[in-house]
């Protein structure tokens, strides 16, 4: 009888734990990362290389040759775009769902292309030390 309470009183405390644990944080995390991501690819929109893989996670100073053919790849990326759909005019935040607890977010944008296409796009991002980064 008495473990049956103990039982009990530790789910009831489980539950409320994970009641009142939950923030009203989520949707702000998410609106944040987002922003992010969409700044991140504006840079990319603008050319500037640099910032858009300084946007990137990466939890260690990665070495100036990596760094170089990050940068080069997101340059090779816009030529691509250039000549498959006439560049990419914009981008819009459609959404994001983030996983606050976890600091893990998925950014949807949509890409507007020059031939009036558009594409929804998925960006894993991740939070650390209170900033959100591409992953």
């Excluded at 009142?20 to 991501?37: F, L, V």
């Excluded at 990326?77 to 607890?101: F, L």
Aim: charged fraction near 25%; proline fraction near 3%; include cysteine.
């Amino acid at each position: 009888m008495i473990m049956r309470r103990l039982l009990y009183f530790i789910l009831v405390m489980l539950a409320l734990a994970g009641v009142t644990s939950c923030k009203d944080e989520g949707p702000k995390d998410a609106a944040i990362a987002a922003h992010a991501a969409k700044g991140y690819y504006d840079q990319l929109l603008k050319g500037d290389y640099k910032a858009f893989v300084d946007g990137t996670y990466h939890p260690e100073r990665i070495p100036d040759s990596y760094r170089e053919q990050l940068e080069t790849a997101a340059k090779m990326y816009m030529a691509q775009q250039q000549d498959e759909h006439r560049g990419i005019k914009s981008v819009k935040v459609q959404g994001c769902d983030a996983d606050t607890a976890a600091h893990v977010a998925n950014a949807y944008l949509i890409l507007s292309y020059g031939d009036s296409t558009q594409e929804r796009i998925c960006v894993p991002m991740v939070e650390s030390k209170g900033t959100w980064y591409l992953r």
